[in-house]
């Protein structure tokens, strides 16, 4: 009879502190919610963010390059031109310029998500291969 009892209290105990736990959850439910709800609407009305990330844009790099190829594509380019290489790092861009005769100029506009990876040359300092995509 006492071993029935005891389990008895044994699922009170357990009962009551599932409610203790259920009530904690609640809480915390609502804690999170409220902090959302806040952080929501103190959104629109912070504008001096953007402002300042306006700010501290980066830009665009310029740079002169001369384009060094595999020796399977030697024969398309013939000698070593020089060309300009501008990055635009918030744009996702960069542009490979070559000044042609009669002040013409030709243009390959490469986007980021076309770029797959760089690779600094250990050998010579400032030397960088890219690899792009296809």
């Known amino acids: 009879q006492t071993a029935g009892q005891s389990g008895e209290q044994e699922l009170e105990n357990l009962v009551l502190k599932l409610s203790v736990l259920k009530d904690f959850l609640s809480s915390i439910e609502k804690k999170a919610l409220k902090a959302l709800q806040e952080m929501s609407s103190a959104t629109p009305t912070t504008p001096p963010q953007p402002l300042s990330r306006k700010a501290k844009s980066i830009p665009v790099q310029t740079f002169?390059?001369?384009?060094?190829?595999?020796?399977?594509?030697?024969?398309?380019?013939?000698?070593?031109?020089?060309?300009?290489?501008?990055?635009?790092?918030?744009?996702?861009?960069?542009?490979?310029?070559?000044?042609?005769?009669?002040?013409?100029?030709?243009?390959?506009?490469?986007?980021?998500?076309?770029?797959?990876?760089?690779?600094?040359?250990?050998?010579?300092?400032?030397?960088?291969?890219?690899?792009?995509?296809?």
């Open 64 to 134: 002169e390059v001369k384009l060094d190829i595999t020796l399977g594509d030697l024969t398309k380019i013939g000698k070593s031109q020089k060309y300009t290489l501008s990055v635009d790092v918030e744009g996702g861009k960069l542009v490979v310029l070559k000044k042609q005769k009669d002040s013409q100029e030709d243009w390959n506009t490469f986007t980021h998500d076309k770029i797959r990876q760089l690779i600094k040359s250990q050998r010579v300092q400032n030397k960088l291969g890219i690899v792009f995509e296809k």
